[in-house]
Structure formats: structure tokens, C-alpha cells
């Protein structure tokens, strides 16, 4: 940004249009924003890609089974065994049940009603336990599209009339599990993002050691948040955007913690022009004209990043890179705005108790970071040689890692009902029959694929085939085992096999399990194409920035070893401390994209203001004054961001617990040891080399800048 620029946004007269123009887009966006949890859409159907043979299932079953239908099971326990009374009394509530808005006209299936039609000769599934312990009612609801929303109120009417003396009920199969989610979200939108804002207030307070100064950072990042969350949501509303409560609970947190770290950097470099400048709106055209290219650099690069998880096959995925790029982008527009205008609104009392005087000293020239410098620059080979060595060390904790899936049990950090339920199914010999393969093939193929796949273990009888046109047919048969499980995705997988073996049948397998094989393999995929994108995009953007090759491609490299210290540390602690039982298989990916887009923030941060003290200064001399110049406000913005993302591990789903861990460990990692050692160190060995092949390589530094702009040396 040109200080030309810089000066007209933070003018006597623009600062309060910028202002008014924020204040006016507030009031527009932060309505529909707190519309955004009503269009998420967390149905595991919606996310896979046309391609996934679910997906084809879905399709063809159309107008014959709805993909909106959600399997409930509401499961009764008495430890001494349920009695007649009992029973009957299940009877009456599953007519009560029935009565209740989203129920299908199928109604709902008791025990009694269950043994009727098996002493009749007709297939009916046993809903009561050889020990008598355990039944069930099986129900299925359809709400329409908007099924995840409706599914709590739904939940709670059936918890209100399942009441028996002496027994324990539980939600569970495809409605339980929803429900539970709903729980997990619950307040995502307000909740979360208040939890975030007091961690980073908290941190912000020690940080600026001023009880006010905080409440402009916190104003802009709650501008940015609001009307980013308004813009989605009219683009999930409008434009087809997957949106779920992942994708939004990450939005705040990135939208918080990207938006503190802009703002840090933004007040360290005004606080540094006010010791320079006696007028206060000169001094912020300054700051903005030296911070910004550096913030737009590390804007860009996360947005970009973000935007490569487009390439995704799973569709949550590819709509979260959107959703989050958005955020980034808003989030840059209101830093680089409404915050400096805020500052210069407000003045430098706004500081104190530690006021910026004009002509006052600069406490950075002999910080705790200038004396790390002073000690990396005695032996900065052996410095980096060991660092690496210790990060490399780090990243055999990968072998820990075990990203294969996590059962509907595993899923979450708490036993929710739905999973006191199943596993009340499955410890008294009872299968879930809410859990099934929809099989689809050719009608005159359809009994030799009934015949393939009786040997396949795990999978119950077949239902009664039913037609859906243009000479095909289905049926279904029940899994015996947890939805997401290992166990279900190979039953899935030899019924495939088995299917896919009769010729001439064209038989596809769908169904419950089948989703969340095929997500599984789509994550998989979706690791091994965006990652190396998302690693050519960064380095060209490095390239573009720092006008050099050796640079950009060190600084991949420690990022990327960063990546394999961060996720091989996150294993143990996950296998040993909080004894999780996997990983999601897109967990990886995830981690890999936020931490390489927020990781190179702080390279960008560190090396843009280096190869700005090179114009006056040669390398090394110049990568100690970045260093003890940006080392307190990186390492702030570190913790800032770290402490954000820590904040996921209130949401009790062990996705985002384990997404949040590795996240914050990772750009601790960044801060403290990556940048301040590893890459300082690199650069004072390798001095001038680190710029070729640009003039800089050569040993001969710029021609400085004119005094009229520097005013004067950064030393």
C-alpha cells in the first residue's frame, strides 16, 4: 500500500468515513449473521461428490426411498429384565410417538409388533435382547431438507413421552446421533466466540500491559467476524455454499485469531512511527504503508490456501476453503481500515499507561529477542543443525498416527445418549437396525446378487426387493456394527465385492456405512492432491514477495518441518495423554493447510521486514534487527492464535479437540522455535545467499529509500 493511500484512509476527515462505512455494513451483515447456524448443512449425504457410489445409490432410490429419511431408535433398559408391562407400555408411547410432526407414515415399529409379523412369516428384525434387558422402538423421521434443524425439538418430544419407572431410555441410531450433534453445536454461535474473545483479551491485556488498548483490536475482530459470518451466510443461502457447524466454528476462531494477529503487528509498527512522528495521523500513514504489504502478503497467502481445499472432493471440504477465505479477506479489509482509523480516532492516550511519546526511546533494540539474536549469531550453523535435528526427531511421532476412522463412540470427547444406546445394542447381542446396505441392481440380476452376498459376514438377511424403474430393483440388509467403524467399512467393502463380481447386474452399494466409507476415501484423495497445491501456491507467493528463489524454498522447508513436528508430537499426545482412539482421516489435511497458510505468516512477517533492513544493512546485520524488532509481537500473535484454536477443544467432537491441539502446537512451534531460531539462524548463515538470484544476493544492499519516506533508519 502506498503511503500516499495509507495517509487518505487514516486522514482527519476519512477516518470517519471509514468508521461511518464499517457501521453501516454492521448493521446490514450482523443480522443475517446470526441467521447462520439455520442454513448449515451437516447431513454426511450432502458432503460426498456425485461420484461416490453412495451418492449413486441416493440417486436412484429417489421417489422410492428419501434421502432425507433419519432412522431413530428409542432403546429401553431394565437391568432385571423388561416386562410385559413394560412392553405395553412401549406400545402406547410408540402410538404417541407416531403422533409427533417429521414422523413417516411408516409409523413406528414396537417389539410386539415386531414378533407379530415374524410368527406371520414376514421378515421383521428382533428388537428385544435374548436377555430381555434391552428393546427398542424403531421410527424413522423425515423433516425435508432442513431435518438437522428440526431433529432436537424432535428428540425432546420423544424423551417427554418415553418415561417408564425403573427404566433407562436412550436416543439413538441416525436421529440419536443427530440430535447429539445438535447438542455438540449447540450455541456455536454465540458460545464459542465468546470464549475466544476472552482468551484473547486475557492475552492481549499481558501483552499491551494496558487495560484499554485491547478493546480496538477486539472491536475490529468483532466487525470482521459479524459481517464475514452475514456474507456466508448469504452465500450458503443464495449460492449453494456447504456450510456445517465445523466450517463455522472454525470461521470465528480464524476470523478472531487472524484478525488479533494483523492487529498486533499493526499497533507494534504504529507504536514504533509515533516515537518517530509528533503527528499522530502521519505516524499511522506511516505504520500502514511499511505493515501493510507484509499483512496483505500473509492475508493472501491464507486465503489462497484456503481456497486450494477447493479442489477437494468432499463437499464440506471444498466449502470450507470458501467459507474461510472469506473470513481472511473481510478480516484484512477491517485491519488495515477500521482499525487504524479507530487509532487515530482515539489518540495515544489510548495506550497507557505506557504512551508512545514523540522522540521517546525504543525498548525492541535490547528486548529479550535482540539477546536471543546476539546469542544465535556466535555459532548460527550449529544453532540450525540442532534444531532441525530436534524437529526432525519430532516427526517420528507420525508413526503414532492413526487416521483410519473413529467410530460413532470414539467420535466424541463425552458418552452422549445416543452412544449409551448403542453400545446397550450391541453389549446385549442386539444389531442396530437403523444401520443398513441399500443394494441397487439390474431386476433380472437382483436374485444372484442376493446370492453373492449371503456369505458375506456381518450382513443380515435381505429385505424384500422392491423396483424403482428403468429395470432395476433394491433391497437392503442390516450391518451389525457402529456405523463408522472399521468393522462396517469392511462389511461395506466385501459387499461390494460381492456384488460388483455378478456380471451383467451393474450393482452399487449405498447406505449408511457407504457414506462414510466413501467420505473416508474422498479425505484420502483429497490429502494427496491438495497438499502439494496448496505447497506451489505458498512458494510462489514467497517468490512474488520476497523476489528471491533460496529464500522462499527455505521457508517452505521449515514450515513443512514444522507440519511433521507439530503432527508427530500431537500423535503421542493423543495416544498417550487423551487416550483418543484415532484420527479423522482428513485430519492431515486440515492441519497441513492451517498450518502452512498460518505458519508462513510469521515467516512472511519476520522476512519482509529483514530483507527491509537489507536496503540499509546486509543480511545478517539486518535479520537481527528483524528479529529483535518483530519477535515480541510475533511471538504474541503466536499465543494469540494458539490459544484460539485450543479453544475448538470445547466443542466435545474429538475432530476439532485434536484439530485445535495440533493447530496451536504447531504455530507454537512457529513462533518460538521455527522463526526465531531456526530461520534466524539460517539466515545468518547463509547471509546474502538467501536472496539470490536478486540484487541483494550480491552483496550490494538497495539504494535506500528517500529520506522523506524513512525519515530514518530502522536501527
Known sequence: MHRQIAGKLTGRATKWIVLAFWVVLLMGTA????????????????????????????????????????PTLVVYHRSSGLTADDLAAMDEQAAEIREIDGVTKA??????????????????PTLVSDDGQVGYLYLTFNFGTNGWNDIPDAADEIRDIAKIPGVTVHLAGYGGQAADAAEAFEGIDTNLIFITLGVVIVILLFTYRSPILWLLPILSAVFAYNVSAGVVYLLAKYADLTVNGQSQAILGILVI????????????????ELRRHDDRHEAMAFALHRAAPAILASAATVVVGMLCLSFAELNSTAGLGPVLAIGVAITFLVMVTLLPALLVIVGRWIFWPKRPGFGSHEPNTTGLWAKVGERISVRPRAVWSVTALLLAAACLGLFSLNTSGLSTEDS???KFDSIKGQLLLTDHGLSDSSNTVQITAKTDRIPAVEDAIASVDGLGAPTAVKEIGHGRSYFEATIGEDISSTAAFDIVENTRAAAHDVKGADARVGGGSAFYLDTKDASI??????????????????????RALVAPLVLIATVVLSFGAALGLSALLFKHVFDFAGSDPGFPLFVFVFLVALGIDYN??????????????????GSLIALSSTGGVITSAGLVLAATFLVLGTIPLVFLAELGVAVAL??????????SVLVTALNLDL??????????????AGTPPPTDELQESRV
Open 31 to 70: 443480522p443475517l449473521g446470526a441467521k447462520l447456524i439455520d442454513v448449515q448443512n451437516n447431513e454426511a449425504s450432502s458432503w460426498l461428490p456425485q461420484s461416490a457410489e453412495s451418492t449413486k445409490v441416493v440417486e436412484e432410490l429417489t421417489g422410492t426411498v428419501s434421502p432425507n429419511d433419519i
Open 107 to 124: 409409523g413406528v415399529l414396537t417389539p410386539n409388533a415386531a414378533r407379530a409379523l415374524a410368527s406371520s412369516g414376514q421378515p421383521a
Open 257 to 272: 485469531g487472524a484478525g488479533t494477529d494483523y492487529a498486533l503487528l499493526l499497533v507494534a509498527r504504529y507504536r514504533e
Open 412 to 414: 466424541y470427547t463425552k
Open 525 to 546: 484423495r483429497d490429502s494427496k492432491v491438495i497438499i502439494p497445491i496448496v505447497l506451489a501456491v505458498v512458494l510462489i507467493i514467497l517468490m512474488v514477495l520476497l
Open 604 to 621: 512472511i512477517f519476520l522476512m519482509t521486514r529483514v530483507r527491509e533492513e537489507t536496503i540499509n544493512h546486509d543480511t545478517r546485520k
Open 666 to 675: 504447531g504455530v507454537l512451534l512457529d513462533t518460538m522455535i521455527v522463526r
Open 687 to 700: 547471509g546474502n545467499k538467501i536472496w539470490w538470484p536478486s540484487r541483494l544476493d550480491q552483496g550490494a
